[in-house]
């Protein structure tokens, strides 16, 4: 019996149409409340991925959700690269190995702290190329700015479907981005901008997956994309779906920030992000993803200028893989909490009462018997205040779950969860007998350099990429 229900517990069911109505994602008709952690494939080693992968599911993770990164796979136009820590595939298939689902996010613009935000280097050289636009003046260079876009896009859709990892062919992978929060830049468009954006929607629906395409930070995302929330605060900051019958999906919900050198590490507390995940599910939220839940490592020239190497390191997985406590148990157990009323939160109907100035319960009610609350105190001190009756005291700035509105499972506030330190220990020394490389650079001649101009060059149109630095005489 044990058994039984143990392998029920563990066995996520995969395949299926995805669709999806006002409340949440259907996966196979049924709703869904879906947390999600962001790892990046190239940030790790294929070594990595297997355990990183399983202990994201152990701290209750249904989804990862991934980058796909585009000047790594076609550094060179029409030469791509698919090995490797680049094996998409493969990332995608071991997810599915155990069970969960991913979130593929095209861009092909994407940022995320990667140099050029993704876009390879040669696109920079096609003549009057207008990234991100829908340029009137430039329509024929911009028709091919879009057909790159374009190109890429179908690529990694079609690598896709003849590997069978969309849901609708029974594969892990339930939703889909194009384009990353364009609504930053889009005013620098001006007119061109809404456009570009109607295109990258219709380009993505025209591409059939079988399941449905978010728009991140993009408040007008045309039907049928899903407008979806970045942010820390999502459960206070949202405006919600801009349609009815679009739910509410939080695709970054930063764990901390990427850190730039010389600059000190973002903490986030495990409390605080409890707390904004819990109130983003009492206010009808059913999709969080951790951005990151592993930061790892950019490798090589990867990152984006000022980014240190490590990548998130704060997330519940560090760096290296390791669990990063309290974090990562403070969430296990939220997210215990609310999947263990998962039904109700998605069959019942919300209801928001007033329990005091600054304390809020968010009611999902079904029956007499079938209810969940979530109680929230934003005041910074202790309350006691009554839910049906019954006296429950809420700690400072903190959200109570109550799975049958009866006993409070969890409280975002109180951590149960043991913090632990990081200690490193020297592999190797670098003492005076080992060995120490030095590299000299010559320092050129101007009399012996071949490149002239008598105008100014810029650095990524001259050195293509093959270094970050440009020795430049200008007289
Ligand atoms: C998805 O829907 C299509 C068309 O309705 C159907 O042929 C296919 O079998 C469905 N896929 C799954 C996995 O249910
Ligand atoms: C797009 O791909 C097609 C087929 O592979 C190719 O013929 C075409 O030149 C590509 N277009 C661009 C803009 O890369
Ligand atoms: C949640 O959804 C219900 C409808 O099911 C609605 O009445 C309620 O106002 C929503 N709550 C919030 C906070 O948006
Ligand atoms: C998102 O995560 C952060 C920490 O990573 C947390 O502070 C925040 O409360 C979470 N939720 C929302 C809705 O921002």
Redesign the pocket.
């Given at each position: 019996m044990l058994l039984l229900l143990l392998t029920a517990a563990f066995t996520t069911a995969h395949g299926g149409n995805v669709t999806y109505d006002g409340r949440s994602l259907i996966i196979d008709g049924q709703h869904k409340i879906l947390f999600s952690g962001s790892i990046h494939y190239p940030r790790s080693t294929p070594e990595m991925w297997p355990s990183l992968i399983a202990t994201a599911k152990k701290g209750g993770i249904d989804v990862i959700q991934t980058y796909v990164f585009w000047n790594l796979h076609e550094p060179q136009?029409?030469q791509y690269d698919f090995s490797g820590r680049r094996d998409i595939v493969k990332f995608i298939e071991e997810i599915q190995a155990q069970g969960l689902y991913v979130t593929l996010r095209i861009g092909p613009f994407i940022e995320s702290e990667w140099t050029y935000g993704g876009l390879p280097l040669w696109l920079h050289d096609i003549p009057g190329i207008v990234f991100r636009s829908d340029n009137e003046p430039f329509k024929v260079f911009t028709i091919?700015s879009l057909?790159?876009y374009?190109?890429?896009t179908?690529?990694i859709v079609n690598m896709m479907k003849s590997a069978n990892l969309y849901a609708s062919q029974g594969g892990p992978i339930i939703l889909s981005q194009i384009e990353n929060e364009y609504s930053m830049i889009e005013g620098a468009f001006h007119e061109r901008g809404p456009p570009y954006v109607r295109w990258a929607a219709q380009m993505a629906v025209g591409l059939q997956t079988g399941v449905p395409w978010a728009m991140c930070k993009q408040d007008d995302a045309p039907d049928p994309l899903i407008n979806t929330c970045n942010g820390m605060e999502c459960g206070k900051t949202f405006k919600g779906p801009n349609s009815p019958n679009k739910p509410s999906l939080w695709t970054e919900n930063w764990t901390s920030f990427y850190q730039a050198f010389g600059e000190e590490p973002y903490l986030r507390s495990a409390e605080d992000i409890a707390y904004n995940v819990a109130l983003f599910i009492a206010k009808n939220g059913s999709y969080v993803n951790y951005y990151m839940y592993h930061g790892g490592t950019n490798f090589e020239r990867t990152g984006s200028a000022f980014v240190i190497t490590a990548y998130y390191d704060q997330a519940p997985l560090d760096e290296y893989g390791l669990i990063r406590q309290p974090k990562w148990g403070h969430l296990k157990k939220l997210h215990a909490a609310i999947k263990s009323c998962s039904n109700t939160l998605l069959s019942a109907t919300q209801t928001t009462l007033n329990l005091g100035t600054k304390q809020e319960a968010y009611v999902f009610r079904k029956s007499s018997t079938e209810c969940a609350a979530f109680l929230e105190n934003t005041d910074n001190k202790a309350v006691t205040i009554r839910f049906q009756n019954i006296p429950y005291s809420l700690p400072p700035k903190s959200i109570s779950i109550l799975p049958n509105c009866k006993k409070v499972a969890f409280n975002t506030a109180k951590v149960r969860t043991k913090y632990s330190t990081r200690t490193m220990k020297y592999g190797l020394q670098f003492g005076s007998n080992e060995q120490w490389e030095v590299y000299q650079e010559a320092i050129p001649k101007f009399d012996e350099t071949s490149l002239r101009a008598n105008k100014l060059l810029d650095q990524i149109g001259t050195a293509k990429d093959t270094s970050d630095y440009l020795w430049y005489t200008f007289r």
């Amino acid at each position: 019996m044990l058994l039984l229900l143990l392998t029920a517990a563990f066995t996520t069911a995969h395949g299926g149409n995805v669709t999806y109505d006002g409340r949440s994602l259907i996966i196979d008709g049924q709703h869904k409340i879906l947390f999600s952690g962001s790892i990046h494939y190239p940030r790790s080693t294929p070594e990595m991925w297997p355990s990183l992968i399983a202990t994201a599911k152990k701290g209750g993770i249904d989804v990862i959700q991934t980058y796909v990164f585009w000047n790594l796979h076609e550094p060179q136009q029409g030469q791509y690269d698919f090995s490797g820590r680049r094996d998409i595939v493969k990332f995608i298939e071991e997810i599915q190995a155990q069970g969960l689902y991913v979130t593929l996010r095209i861009g092909p613009f994407i940022e995320s702290e990667w140099t050029y935000g993704g876009l390879p280097l040669w696109l920079h050289d096609i003549p009057g190329i207008v990234f991100r636009s829908d340029n009137e003046p430039f329509k024929v260079f911009t028709i091919l700015s879009l057909s790159y876009y374009n190109n890429f896009t179908t690529k990694i859709v079609n690598m896709m479907k003849s590997a069978n990892l969309y849901a609708s062919q029974g594969g892990p992978i339930i939703l889909s981005q194009i384009e990353n929060e364009y609504s930053m830049i889009e005013g620098a468009f001006h007119e061109r901008g809404p456009p570009y954006v109607r295109w990258a929607a219709q380009m993505a629906v025209g591409l059939q997956t079988g399941v449905p395409w978010a728009m991140c930070k993009q408040d007008d995302a045309p039907d049928p994309l899903i407008n979806t929330c970045n942010g820390m605060e999502c459960g206070k900051t949202f405006k919600g779906p801009n349609s009815p019958n679009k739910p509410s999906l939080w695709t970054e919900n930063w764990t901390s920030f990427y850190q730039a050198f010389g600059e000190e590490p973002y903490l986030r507390s495990a409390e605080d992000i409890a707390y904004n995940v819990a109130l983003f599910i009492a206010k009808n939220g059913s999709y969080v993803n951790y951005y990151m839940y592993h930061g790892g490592t950019n490798f090589e020239r990867t990152g984006s200028a000022f980014v240190i190497t490590a990548y998130y390191d704060q997330a519940p997985l560090d760096e290296y893989g390791l669990i990063r406590q309290p974090k990562w148990g403070h969430l296990k157990k939220l997210h215990a909490a609310i999947k263990s009323c998962s039904n109700t939160l998605l069959s019942a109907t919300q209801t928001t009462l007033n329990l005091g100035t600054k304390q809020e319960a968010y009611v999902f009610r079904k029956s007499s018997t079938e209810c969940a609350a979530f109680l929230e105190n934003t005041d910074n001190k202790a309350v006691t205040i009554r839910f049906q009756n019954i006296p429950y005291s809420l700690p400072p700035k903190s959200i109570s779950i109550l799975p049958n509105c009866k006993k409070v499972a969890f409280n975002t506030a109180k951590v149960r969860t043991k913090y632990s330190t990081r200690t490193m220990k020297y592999g190797l020394q670098f003492g005076s007998n080992e060995q120490w490389e030095v590299y000299q650079e010559a320092i050129p001649k101007f009399d012996e350099t071949s490149l002239r101009a008598n105008k100014l060059l810029d650095q990524i149109g001259t050195a293509k990429d093959t270094s970050d630095y440009l020795w430049y005489t200008f007289r």
